[in-house]
């Protein structure tokens, strides 16, 4: 059993920050990945960025590259999302979600590639 605890959300005007932290509990000796998945009212969850845990490959949505990092603190089995030059259509529930079950083929954009979800984070940037 794992638990995903997410942190960090609020409200912020365009072009400013946010970091959002997601712990992770229970297991989490074997974990793959962890990652970020966002979704807006109305519309379908998409990725956002992922972190490998071994080895620590980023993958980013191209909507968020070069505005977004992501990165992890293994000690602590925590994963961050820095959010630099947030856009209104950045608004949107930020979930965490982890992978231990994936290696050869993992499609880290697909919903189904991931484990374990949080309960998610609301971030609201205001114009």
């Known amino acids: 059993q794992v638990q995903l605890v997410e942190s960090g959300g609020g409200l912020v005007q365009a072009g400013g920050s946010l970091r959002l932290s997601c712990a992770a509990s229970g297991r989490a000796f074997s974990m793959y990945a962890m990652g970020w998945f966002r979704q807006a009212p109305g519309k379908e969850r998409e990725f956002v960025a992922a972190i490998r845990w071994s080895g620590g490959y980023k993958y980013y949505a191209d909507s968020v590259k070069g505005r977004f990092t992501i990165s992890r603190d293994n000690v602590k089995n925590t994963v961050y999302l820095q959010m630099n030059s947030l856009k209104p259509e950045d608004t949107a529930v930020y979930y965490c979600?982890?992978?231990?079950?994936?290696?050869?083929?993992?499609?880290?954009?697909?919903?189904?590639?991931?484990?374990?979800w949080g309960q998610g984070t609301q971030v609201t940037v205001s114009s």
């Open positions: 979600a982890a992978d231990f079950s994936s290696s050869r083929g993992w499609q880290f954009a697909r919903i189904d590639a991931w484990d374990y």
